[in-house]
């Protein structure tokens, strides 16, 4: 199949783009700086020569959209969302305007959209989508409002012969650099992998081999449209999360950090505690009940395979291969 991916260079592009290329897929990113074969340039927000790639394609994935690993300023949370609403908007008018469109439309969305909780998980049917949270900063629910809008960008674009699927995924899990599993093993490595604010706030997260076999699953599954959660079925709190990688890793203690100390340490990361305190307890349904198995449901044996391959890319100096 001819599988195109918009905003495909970033570390989830590049665990799909590895997979179905290994699959035998012709895969096309279409990039605003292409430097490799089969990378074609746009700008994320008008039409253009790249459209000549959607037409005729099979599948679009559409993964556009500025990283979340920033400060969380007015301009930056701006950008967020202008690049995500923009994106999905002319992704639409290019399958709309395809002679062949595409048979579906896989778009990138968040669990960041449910509620930070603890009582309960959020699944598609019963889960509550956040921004009226007591007790939470005010700007999370900008972040909320950012995934409403690149949701309903896809849903209003008129594209009767595409199929359309938005992609509520959890945090990719895979070893590769700067991903963030790579900046969480670095932490734990180090010792400062324990509780943050307590840790009780619900980490959700996906193995990138599930993540890939989900993709390809909604792809192929006719009957499968609307939001679809992307997450493992067992998230769990923050310190048990921790507490487990560094077990896999065997490092015995993981120091704690109060709030404060996580609000430093996002900023010399030139991050947010929007990452690290919101509860995110979110898990599939609509997956499982299609007949999806997870092959890594449980965090312990995803830390451990994670790690084993990031021990063998350390021994052979090589880098992290699917």
């Known amino acids: 199949m001819k599988i195109v991916i918009p905003g495909g260079t970033g570390q989830v592009g590049a665990v799909l783009k590895r997979a179905l290329d290994a699959a035998g897929h012709e895969v096309v990113i279409l990039t605003r700086r292409p430097k490799h074969e089969r990378e074609v340039q746009w700008d994320g927000k008008t039409l253009g020569p790249w459209t000549a790639a959607v037409d005729g394609s099979d599948v679009v994935i559409n993964l556009a ?78 972040s909320v409002d950012i995934a409403k809008a690149w949701e309903q960008a896809q849903q209003q674009a008129e594209t009767p012969a595409t199929r359309k699927v938005a992609l509520r995924s959890a945090m990719v899990m895979s070893p590769d650099p700067g991903g963030v599993f790579a900046v969480l093993l670095g932490l734990a490595r180090l010792g400062l992998g324990g509780p943050v604010a307590g840790g009780a706030q619900y980490v959700s997260w996906i193995h990138e081999h599930d993540f890939v076999r989900a993709v390809e699953f909604l792809m192929d599954r006719e009957d499968m449209t609307g939001p679809v959660n992307l997450a493992a079925p067992h998230p769990l709190p923050q310190r048990a999360f921790m507490r487990t990688l560094r077990s896999a890793w065997g ?50 044996q995803a830390a451990d395979e994670l790690v084993g391959r990031v021990r063998k890319q350390v021994g052979s100096g090589s880098p992290a291969r699917r």
């Open 251 to 300: 490092v015995p203690v993981g120091l704690p950090a109060t709030k404060w100390m996580a609000e430093v340490g996002a900023f010399a990361l030139r991050s947010d505690t929007e990452l690290l305190l919101k509860s995110r307890r979110v898990v599939p349904s609509r997956l499982p009940q299609a007949g999806f198995d997870f092959q890594y449901p449980q965090w312990s």
């Open 65 to 142: 959209g500025r990283s979340v690993s920033c400060r969380y300023t007015a301009a930056n949370l701006q950008d967020m969302m202008d690049s995500r609403v923009d994106s999905t908007r002319v992704v639409g008018a290019a399958i709309a305007g395809a002679a062949r469109p595409p048979r579906v439309w896989l778009q990138m969305s968040t669990a960041t959209v449910y509620a930070h909780r603890f009582d309960a998980p959020n699944d598609e049917a019963t889960g509550v989508i956040g921004g009226t949270e007591a007790d939470v900063p005010n700007y999370w629910a900008y």
